[in-house]
């Protein structure tokens, strides 16, 4: 009597279980999301908000959106995770929105936008040094890849550079290279929502900006129907929804893959300044916005290694290591 043939996976990972393969993509998928909204950010400031007020839309920015979150998720972080919050909520939000914004006007946005791209190889570098993952040579080089697109795309005629913006782009671009690595490597608490977790990351991040209002802001108050608008977009969408989808692909996709799709955050800035600004796009330009896409794309389908296999395996990775589209760094909450 014949014994039954069974079907067998392969295990080289030339074939991908549908249901983690699915999973993988949306979860880049609604990432991506993310930086796209963000892309919005420099449109909404220059064409709704009040003038030379940059920490007023910042703490405007995080707080109806942390409150928005915590009337869906409420809750108080265990007292294990307090500090671990509260630490996230600085480097995401706290510290990463002022120095935006600073830079913002200071610096041309090009000169910004090829410094923030430049968190993918932060990520890396951090990663590395804390022996958190290793990162193949692949992945290394479509992040530089994306960095050359948007250094591309953010050409202008005349580059001047301000010493104290500069300095406020670097620290920003390492600051949210940091809280991603570290968002990923905590995780969330057990039995936590993930939204509660963003909620007070954002709620901590407005209380560490809110004295900084008196100090950098100097425009005009003057709250009318577009000032209202614009507030209310970068709360809802800009922060709650965006945030939601970015941390939540922070958690679940590597550190360096996530910050790759950060480049998606000028690139749609560029975009919507053509279409909505009117401000045209050189050839060279264009050409810079196909590498960078290209680059944040392609790092995205970069397969783990047996390095990274074995490293995974040691911190009590997935069980399908072979079957990750991404190098999954390990996750100590899942």
Request: proline residues 8%; charged residues 10%.
């Amino acid at each position: 009597m014949r014994t039954p043939r069974t079907q067998t996976q392969p295990t080289d990972g030339r074939r991908l279980p549908r249901d983690i393969a699915s999973s993988t993509l949306g979860l880049t998928a609604a990432a991506a999301l993310a930086p796209i909204l963000w892309g919005t950010t420099y449109l909404v400031t220059t064409e709704l908000l009040p003038p030379d007020r940059p920490m007023t839309a910042s703490v405007l920015r995080a707080v109806p959106a942390g409150l928005l979150l915590l009337l869906v998720a409420p809750g108080i972080p265990s007292k294990g995770w307090r500090l671990k919050t509260a630490t996230l909520g600085v480097l995401n939000i706290g510290v990463f929105f002022p120095m935006l914004f600073v830079a913002a006007y200071r610096l041309p946005g090009g000169v910004a936008a090829v410094v923030g791209s430049a968190q993918p190889l932060i990520i890396i570098a951090i990663s590395t040094g804390f022996d958190w993952g290793r990162t193949r040579p692949v992945h290394i080089g479509w992040a530089i890849v994306a960095v050359a697109g948007v250094a591309l795309t953010a050409t202008s005629g005349t580059i001047r550079l301000d010493a104290i913006g500069l300095a406020a782009a670097v620290v920003g671009t390492v600051s949210m290279a940091t809280g991603v690595t570290f968002t990923r490597r905590w995780g969330v608490p057990p039995i936590t929502n993930p939204l509660n977790s963003t909620a007070w990351q954002l709620l901590v991040g407005g209380i560490v900006i809110s004295p900084l209002i008196p100090i950098v802001d100097d425009g005009p108050w003057a709250i009318d129907t577009e000032a209202v608008v614009g507030y209310a977009w970068l709360a809802v969408i800009g922060g709650a929804l965006a945030y939601s989808l970015w941390f939540r692909g922070a958690r679940a996709l590597p550190p360096a893959n996530i910050t790759l799709l950060g480049v998606l955050s000028p690139l749609t800035a560029a975009v919507v300044g053509w279409i909505a600004l009117g401000q045209n796009m050189t050839g060279l330009q264009c050409l810079g916005f196909g590498i960078a896409l290209i680059g944040s794309i392609a790092g995205q389908f970069v397969r783990r290694g047996p390095e990274a296999d074995s490293a995974g395996k040691k911190h009590g990775s997935s069980n399908h290591p072979r079957y990750q589209l991404n190098s999954l760094f390990p996750s100590r909450n899942k």
